[in-house]
């Protein structure tokens, strides 16, 4: 139990494309989601808090206009990395709360996306 | 400022023996402190878990031990496999409100030699 299912798994394009992520809780609801981004070698950065039916909570010193992400239903949150640049290229993981396991608070991860812009 | 520290940045361990990697945190308002272990092009993968209403927890070859004085708590891998060779990352949240936060460490390079 307690999947979280990542699309894409890998994704290269053009720089100044718009490349989605979908996040989606597989066999639970999860009404908060949490996008992270991750360098080779680096521990996970936290760049926003996604609520379902909210907008979302940015981490200090993350472009919310650049990084946007939508949270339409319990189960599934996005991230939209708009007009891409190469600096953008990183390993993008998603995770989500256990809505009735909320108290004890673990998370579930995603196996991430790694995007690549040339 | 670092909230969450985590030591050694890497750890190389016979097959058979025991890894021990350890978390100092800062932020005496954290109660929920996990493990996640993490393969090469995967995602973070929750280990064991502990509150600090318990000073031990142990699940099959993982332990954590947590010293709520010395706001320090470790994880001990019993007889240590070669397949539990990558890297993990100890984390703190505090319940509550909107938080649930993780802040991770930096993570620690497990390998253990056959």
């Known amino acids: 139990g307690a999947v979280v299912s990542q699309h894409p798994s890998w994704v290269i394009c053009k720089s100044g494309t718009s490349v989605k992520i979908e996040c989606r809780s597989l066999?639970?609801?999860?009404?908060?989601m949490f996008w992270y981004r991750q360098f080779p070698k680096q521990s996970l950065m936290l760049m926003a808090t996604s609520n379902e039916g909210s907008k979302a909570t940015y981490e200090q010193g993350v472009e919310k206009d650049k990084f946007l992400i939508n949270h339409a239903s319990l189960t599934l949150s996005t991230l939209t990395v708009t007009s891409a640049h190469p600096e953008d290229s990183s390993f993008y993981i998603c995770s989500a709360l256990l809505e009735w396991d909320r108290k004890n608070q673990p998370q579930h991860f995603g196996d991430g996306t790694r995007l690549s812009i040339l | 400022q670092q909230q969450v520290k985590q030591s050694p940045q890497s750890l190389i361990v016979q097959k058979g023996g025991i890894s021990i990697i350890n978390c100092a945190y800062e932020?005496?308002?954290?109660?929920?402190f996990p493990w996640y272990q993490q393969f090469p092009g995967k995602g973070p993968a929750l280990l064991i878990a502990?509150?600090?209403?318990?000073s031990e927890k142990k699940e099959g070859r993982f332990t954590i031990s947590f010293n709520k004085s010395a706001k320090q708590f470790s994880l001990h891998i019993m007889d240590s496999q070669p397949g539990d060779s990558a890297t993990y990352f100890c984390a703190a949240s505090k319940s509550g409100g909107s938080n649930y936060k993780l802040t991770f460490g930096k993570g620690t390079l497990l390998t253990v030699n056959p």
């Open positions: 932020n005496t308002a954290f109660d929920y």
């Open positions: 502990i509150r600090p209403d318990v």
């Open positions: 066999d639970f609801q999860a009404t908060t």
